[in-house]
């Protein structure tokens, strides 16, 4: 996962680079607050909610600390493609 | 009383580390305050960036009515109305850029997170094209003119304002690219989502 939501080579496609997480969903089952999570993983609240937003893509390091944090496997959070709705059959 | 049981003193080095904290919880409160209020939205923060470069363009005008005017007292009086105009309203307005982008550009990296970094590099790269462009320019203009010697055409109060316009941009273009660039925060209302309140959307 690079470190910054813009993508290297502009010219390969709007989504390339793009990272989609389920940050929110997780963090409203547990109900944990933004700036809960941000004191725990050690980063500004409001970068929670670059990357709840999908504006930046963490660090191979930081995505690792927020799955640690929910006790989920990465893959769990984060994926390239984005994640099914809840309640479709795909 | 023993090695253990005696009250420690603050050192000078924890004292500057309390002021530093006390200083970055003033910074982050004004942040809190400008970015859910006024800065909120992109725009504000860009006239705020715009009006930032303006500041930093009077140097550069003061440097030009130096070296057309110099020596004189209308070069004089000029450069002193700039310099008082920077200092009331100029410092000021570099407290609210540095507080609307949390103090990046003059934070340790130690004291950033990652996104942060991130931001802090873009708006580092930005800046240093705009300044080397700068420089290149600065050093073909005073070369072309510059070309007598000692009997040089540029005033020594008008290169002392060139260079000094040139570090006072090298050291506060960052900030204002990083004001530029710095995207909206996120939204309030979502800030302490629990279950509760996604259950019930």
Same mark, same amino acid.
Request: net charge neutral.
């Given at each position: 996962?690079?470190?910054?939501?813009?993508?290297?080579? /502009?010219?390969?496609?709007?989504?390339?680079?793009? !990272?989609?997480?389920?940050?929110?969903?997780?963090?409203? +089952?547990?109900? !944990?607050?933004?700036?809960?999570?941000?004191?725990?993983?050690? !980063?500004?609240?409001?970068?929670? /909610?670059?990357? +709840?937003?999908? +504006?930046?893509?963490?660090?191979?390091?930081?995505?690792?600390?927020?799955?640690?944090?929910?006790?989920?496997? !990465? +893959?769990?959070?984060?994926?390239?493609?984005?994640?099914?709705?809840?309640?479709?059959?795909? | 009383?023993?090695?253990? #049981?005696?009250?420690?003193?603050?050192?000078?080095?924890?004292?500057?580390?309390?002021?530093?904290?006390?200083?970055?919880?003033?910074?982050?409160?004004?942040?809190?305050?400008?970015?859910?209020?006024?800065?909120?939205?992109?725009?504000?923060?860009?006239?705020?960036?715009?009006?930032?470069?303006?500041?930093?363009?009077?140097?550069?005008?003061?440097?030009?009515?130096?070296?057309?005017?110099?020596?004189?007292?209308?070069?004089?009086?000029?450069?002193?109305?700039?310099?008082?105009?920077?200092?009331?309203?100029?410092?000021?307005?570099?407290?609210?850029?540095?507080?609307?982008?949390?103090?990046?550009?003059?934070?340790?990296?130690?004291?950033?997170? #990652?996104?942060?970094?991130?931001?802090?590099?873009?708006?580092?790269?930005?800046?240093?094209?705009?300044?080397?462009?700068?420089?290149?320019?600065?050093?073909?203009?005073?070369?072309?003119?510059?070309?007598?010697?000692?009997?040089?055409?540029?005033?020594?109060?008008?290169?002392?304002?060139?260079?000094?316009?040139?570090?006072?941009?090298?050291?506060?273009?960052?900030?204002?690219?990083?004001?530029?660039?710095?995207?909206?925060?996120?939204? #309030?209302?979502? #800030?302490?989502?629990?279950?509760?309140?996604?259950?019930?959307?």
């Amino acid at each position: 996962m690079p470190g910054g939501a813009r993508s290297a080579g /502009g010219a390969q496609g709007k989504n390339e680079g793009h !990272v989609h997480n389920r940050i929110p969903m997780l963090r409203a +089952e547990r109900g !944990v607050s933004r700036r809960d999570l941000a004191t725990a993983l050690g !980063v500004h609240y409001q970068t929670i /909610g670059y990357l +709840e937003r999908g +504006e930046y893509s963490p660090s191979l390091h930081l995505a690792l600390r927020i799955a640690a944090y929910f006790e989920v496997p !990465v +893959e769990v959070i984060f994926s390239l493609e984005p994640f099914p709705r809840i309640g479709s059959t795909s | 009383m023993t090695h253990e #049981e005696r009250p420690t003193r603050p050192t000078r080095r924890t004292k500057a580390q309390a002021k530093k904290e006390k200083r970055q919880q003033v910074l982050e409160r004004e942040t809190e305050r400008l970015m859910s209020g006024r800065y909120s939205r992109q725009r504000p923060r860009r006239v705020l960036a715009v009006v930032g470069l303006s500041f930093l363009g009077l140097l550069w005008v003061d440097a030009a009515v130096s070296w057309i005017l110099a020596p004189s007292n209308t070069a004089m009086i000029t450069n002193f109305v700039v310099l008082g105009i920077l200092l009331v309203i100029g410092l000021p307005l570099a407290g609210q850029l540095v507080a609307v982008t949390r103090g990046m550009t003059f934070k340790d990296e130690s004291e950033l997170d #990652e996104w942060e970094l991130t931001g802090r590099s873009r708006a580092f790269t930005t800046a240093h094209r705009c300044t080397t462009i700068m420089m290149i320019l600065v050093l073909l203009v005073t070369t072309a003119v510059d070309r007598d010697g000692e009997a040089s055409q540029i005033p020594g109060a008008a290169l002392f304002l060139i260079l000094f316009a040139l570090l006072i941009t090298h050291f506060l273009l960052p900030l204002v690219v990083a004001t530029w660039q710095i995207p909206d925060p996120p939204a #309030e209302e979502d #800030e302490f989502m629990d279950a509760d309140t996604v259950d019930a959307r």
